[in-house]
Nanobody, 124 residues
């Protein structure tokens, strides 16, 4: 059983930056493709970014390309999401998810483990 704990959310002004972290425990972190999803009120939970278990490939939603960067540190069992040039439409709870030896798929049903989420608020 893998446990995921997100941190780093908060309130930021538009144009600002935040770095989210997701600490994993209970499994072999290096075997998991990791992803960040977000769910704005009244909308589906959509993938923002993903990084393969090998670290060799990444995926970004079109809405965040060039602004967000996903990375992982297998020695620390942690995945990060650096968010720059934040916009009010980026505001949402952000969830970390893990997919054992999977691809960087955007299908949320492929992810077996989820964190509780961390709230990102962007003021205009």
């Amino acid at each position: 059983q893998v446990q995921l704990v997100e941190s780093g959310g908060g309130l930021v002004q538009a144009g600002g930056s935040l770095r989210l972290s997701c600490a994993a425990s209970g499994g072999t972190f290096s075997r998991y493709t990791m992803a960040w999803f977000r769910q704005a009120p009244g909308k589906e939970r959509d993938m923002v970014a993903a990084i393969s278990w090998s670290g060799g490939s990444t995926y970004y939603a079109d809405s965040v390309k060039g602004r967000f960067t996903i990375s992982r540190d297998n020695a620390k069992n942690t995945v990060y999401l650096q968010m720059n040039s934040l916009k009010p439409e980026d505001a949402a709870p952000y969830y970390c998810a893990a997919n054992f030896l999977g691809s960087t798929t955007a299908h949320r049903n492929a992810y077996e483990y989820w964190g509780q989420g961390t709230q990102v608020t962007v003021s205009s």
